[in-house]
């Protein structure tokens, strides 16, 4: 099998290239992890995302279920940081935690796959953008689903992504479920 029919396509710094998930999502050289996404998955934030310093991420999709289960992983993140005085398990990976954010839409649909990986005090930059939200299956071989990725070191590619993630940031809020929404809409305060 070519590289043209994996499930996941993936365009590494302009080459056509096999990464696997961790390659692309690399703790070891990243620990900032700024994204947008449509959807996200539970599994794949504590596999890939768990041991970087600070993870902000604004979901998409207009479905509580899923921004409920997104929020509650990062809650879940941000206590056992907290509980286990924010040092992880493996030596060469403690460091102070920052914290893990999530921020939704107020209105409409974001369907933007934007990931911003960066560790400044190694001038390590990544963007991956395409097709796939942050699943196991979207970031996998082994699945019929189909995906494309483009994934880009340079640092002149994040920091014009940033500004996009930026622009939707400042568009966003902390998620709340859908019962304190509502009654703030009644209050006035949403208009969507």
Do not use: W
């Not at 102070?96 to 005090?121: C, Q, T, W, Y």
């Not at 395409?130 to 979207?138: E, F, R, V």
């Amino acid at each position: 099998m070519n590289n043209y029919s994996n499930t996941t396509f993936c365009i590494h710094n302009g080459q056509i290239e096999e990464m696997n998930t961790f390659d692309i999502f690399d703790y070891r050289k990243y620990d900032h992890f700024y994204g947008v996404t449509y959807s996200a998955s539970r599994s794949f934030i504590i596999k890939y995302l768990f041991y970087y310093r600070l993870i902000n991420l604004i979901v998409g999709i207009p479905r509580d279920y899923v921004q409920k289960e997104v929020q509650q992983t990062f809650e879940d993140i941000n206590r056992y940081y907290k509980i286990n005085n924010k040092k992880v398990a493996d030596i060469n990976l403690q460091h102070d935690f920052l914290g893990a954010e999530m921020l939704v839409p107020p209105r409409g649909v974001i369907h933007s796959k934007i990931f911003l990986l960066s560790n400044e005090r190694l001038n390590n930059y990544r963007v991956v953008t395409g097709s796939a939200n942050l699943s196991q299956a979207a970031f996998s071989n082994n699945k019929d689903q189909f995906e494309d990725i483009v994934v880009s070191d340079s640092k002149k590619d994040y920091d014009l992504y940033f500004k996009r993630y930026q622009a939707l940031r400042d568009q966003s809020y902390g998620y709340m479920d859908q019962d304190t929404k509502r009654y703030l809409k009644r209050l006035g305060y949403f208009k969507t």
